[in-house]
């Protein structure tokens, strides 16, 4: 039987690369895009879109009738910063948008999920420095215990129910074809932007603040790879760490500065500069790496290389 994938939050930074990669690997008829706004162009003209929203129950259950689909991808969330304003908005989007999925899942026989926990699941008394699978876990972000309590509950579908639940807790991603959505990692898009435009940027973190992020086509590689393993090489069912690389916002701007001499960069910490402080500066991802074979290919020179050429011709 030929797969038929709904991808929910497709218009967002992550959306609008995995639905295209998808599309290509699967047919474009067969990956369905869904948001509460309307995508990017080759999102949109590129296969079948659905204006749904993850909280409205009929709606969903109505899209996978219609379009007979045997998994989906949940992308839809209210990112770190933005939860911390709207704290209840994001509970309900995060939580009751999962449960919503996890339950129709159930109801309409849909065996395969993926949705994506983040680094953000761990707090200030995880080790700071390679993190580990297994570790203290003590968010205390909305965000974060957003995440902690969507691990358990696809842990609890795929053992109660037998949803074949797959999740990473993916680092901060640094992407060119789409704007971050309000995350504390934001900054490192946005200083590529104003690189290229202004030559100057102002860092909303601490010029030290060191987090693990991730370049998209890596992020991409590791969701497709995850969710196309055999289902006995999965044997974490919460969400599994992955790392990718890990820099302070000083460490990229000289990196940037490498390729465009007359650059700047300043920092005036705002609030966000506490969610990256009560997050790992690095993580270990072992597991992922010995259980279904997961490698990055992006470093810090490659990924700044890639992003200012690729920038360079969108802007
Ligand atoms: P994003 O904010 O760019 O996109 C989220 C999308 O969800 C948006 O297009 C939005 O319109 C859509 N959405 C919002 N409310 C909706 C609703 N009620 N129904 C349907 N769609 C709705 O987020 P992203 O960066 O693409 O992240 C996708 C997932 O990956 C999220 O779960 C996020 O927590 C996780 N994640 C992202 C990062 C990152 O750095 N981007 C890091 C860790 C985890
Ligand atoms: N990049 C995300 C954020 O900052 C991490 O989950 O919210």
Redesign the pocket.
């Known amino acids: 039987m030929s797969e038929v994938i709904l991808v929910?939050?497709a218009?967002?930074?992550?959306?609008t690369e995995l639905v295209v990669k998808l599309r290509e690997m699967y047919g474009t008829a067969n990956v369905v895009a869904?948001?509460?706004?309307i995508p990017s162009y080759d999102v949109m003209e590129g296969g079948p879109f659905e204006l749904?929203?993850?909280?409205n129950k009929r709606q969903i259950h109505k899209a996978i009738e219609k379009h007979k689909v045997t998994q989906i991808y949940l992308?839809?969330?209210l990112?770190s910063a933005t939860a911390e304003h709207h704290p209840k908005a994001a509970w309900e989007?995060n939580i009751t948008?999962l449960l919503n999925i996890l339950s129709i899942c159930t109801k309409q026989n849909i065996k395969k999920l993926f949705w994506?926990?983040?680094?953000a699941v761990f707090g200030p008394n995880t080790p700071k420095e390679n993190a580990p699978q297994m570790t203290i876990m003590d968010p205390n972000t909305v965000y974060g215990i957003s995440?902690q309590a969507g691990e358990r509950w696809c842990e609890y579908y795929h053992r109660h129910h037998g949803i074949d639940c797959r999740s990473i807790r993916?680092?901060?991603?640094i992407g060119h074809k789409?704007h971050?959505?309000?995350?504390t990692?934001d900054y490192a898009v946005h200083i590529f932007i104003e690189a290229l435009k202004n030559k100057s940027y102002n860092c909303f973190l601490d010029k030290d603040a060191t987090l693990p992020m991730m370049y998209m086509p890596d992020a991409i590689d590791a969701t497709i790879k995850l969710m196309e393993s055999e289902s006995s090489k999965i044997n974490i069912r919460s969400s599994y760490n992955v790392s990718g690389m890990s820099f302070s916002p000083s460490e990229l701007a000289a990196e940037i500065q490498k390729h465009i001499k007359r650059f700047k960069c300043t920092y005036s910490p705002d609030s966000r500069q506490q969610l990256a402080t009560s997050w790992p500066r690095s993580i270990d991802d072992s597991v992922a790496r010995e259980a279904w074979g997961w490698k990055p290919s992006f470093n810090l020179q490659q990924m700044t290389a890639d992003m200012l050429s690729n920038l360079k011709y969108h802007l």
């Open positions: 929910i939050g218009s967002g930074q992550i959306g869904s948001d509460i706004q749904l929203d993850i909280l992308l839809a969330a990112l989007l948008g994506p926990s983040s680094i995440k993916y680092p901060g991603l789409a971050p959505g309000g995350g990692t």
